[in-house]
């Protein structure tokens, strides 16, 4: 008999399962749901895709950033943020629940991420996998139906039994999104390594100059990734 380990439901700082925000964030979401983790799941997931904002120009470099009730008060994040949310939603409703990482390669990013990042490389892309009728499953909240349509690639659904993971082409059959490199998963969000991944993967020195930039503003970016164009990246 497998032992779920008692992380996987536990809350932390950081995704604050017992914020009553987010306990209360869950019963909303769940009320109309049948009783099986299974349909607690999939409601979950579909308002965590769809009434968070994705937005990948959010604060990435202390634990508060990732801070579930945060997100959930903000109404946006970018995948990671979103990912965290899902899993504090999870283990709220009693599901064992755990983020996971990998590197991507976004062939449809909008020209100016590309530009303010340097690559069309997202490294430790995050997602949540919750235990479900005797096994893991995968998650991917990120994407909201407003960006998907302009990025004309269909939302990604979950049924709460198969993998919910980003589709290799869109809807025009252009490459959307590429699978690199596994992270592995984590009960919590582990913030540290990810600023040191983005920093080996886009330079110590823009890394820093992000992280000067919101220290300055206030945390606020002055982006609207609505308002950017979205064009296939180029590579050599």
Not at 145 to 164: I, K, M
Request: aromatic share 12%; with cysteine.
């Amino acid at each position: 008999m497998r032992v779920m380990d008692p992380r996987y439901l536990a809350p932390t700082a950081v995704i604050d399962a017992d914020a009553p925000a987010v306990t209360a964030c869950a019963r909303r979401l769940i009320r109309k749901t049948a009783d099986a983790p299974v349909a607690k799941a999939v409601a979950l997931f579909y308002g965590v895709r769809d009434d968070i904002r994705y937005d990948p120009y959010c604060p990435f470099y202390r634990p508060e950033h990732y801070r579930a009730s945060r997100i959930l008060a903000q109404g946006r994040g970018y995948c990671v943020s979103k990912a965290g949310l899902l899993c504090a939603l999870g283990r709220a409703c009693g599901i064992p629940s755990r983020v996971g990482f990998a590197s991507v390669r976004n062939h449809l990013a909008t020209g100016e991420l590309i530009r303010f990042m340097g690559t069309d490389l997202f490294v430790y892309h995050g997602y949540t996998e919750f235990f479900l009728e005797g096994k893991w499953v995968k998650a991917t909240p990120a994407f909201n139906q407003e960006l998907c349509r302009r990025h004309h690639v269909a939302p990604l659904d979950f049924d709460g039994r198969s993998d919910a993971v980003f589709q290799a082409f869109n809807s025009e059959n252009q490459p959307f999104m590429t699978y690199v490199e596994a992270h592995g998963v984590y009960a919590d969000i582990p913030v540290e390594k990810i600023v040191a991944a983005w920093k080996k993967a886009y330079g110590p020195r823009r890394v820093e100059n992000w992280i000067k930039g919101f220290e300055k503003s206030g945390g606020r970016s002055g982006r609207d990734f609505y308002r950017e164009t979205v064009i296939g990246s180029r590579r050599d």
